[in-house]
C-alpha cells in the first residue's frame, strides 16, 4: 500500500526537524532515523486528504496536513490528484531543518 509518513521534532536549542518519505510502510521506516519514528503520521493520500479538510478527529494529523499544506504545496496537490482517483504516485523524501536560537 502506498503512503506519505510525516515527523515533526522539536527540542529546545536544537530546532526543528521534519522529514516527509512516501512510500510503503516498510520504505518509509527505514528511511526516517528510528530516534523519529515515535513521532510518525503514516496516512493513505486519501486520510490525509480527509485530515487536510478536518474530518479526521485526530488533532495530529490535522496539524501535520497542515505542515504538508504550508511548506509543501505540491506535493499536497499530488496527494490531492492521487486521493481523487488522478495522477501518479510520487516518489518523495525530504528533511528539513531549522534552528531560530
Not at 7 to 26: K, L, N, P
Not at 72 to 90: F, T
Request: proline letters at 4%; one cysteine or more.
Amino acid at each position: 500500500m502506498y503512503y506519505i509518513g510525516v515527523c515533526r521534532y522539536f527540542a529546545t536549542g536544537e530546532g526543528v526537524t521534519i522529514y516527509v518519505v512516501s512510500g510503503s510502510e516498510e520504505a518509509i521506516r527505514e528511511a526516517i532515523p528510528e530516534f523519529y519514528l515515535q513521532g510518525l503520521t503514516l496516512l493513505t493520500p486519501t486520510d490525509w486528504l480527509k485530515a487536510g479538510e478536518g474530518e479526521c478527529t485526530n488533532e495530529y494529523y490535522q496539524s501535520d496536513a497542515e505542515v504538508l499544506k504550508v511548506y509543501l504545496p505540491m506535493l499536497w496537490k499530488q496527494i490531492e490528484e492521487v486521493a481523487l482517483g488522478r495522477g501518479c504516485y510520487p516518489d518523495f523524501f525530504m528533511k528539513y531543518h531549522f534552528n531560530y536560537s
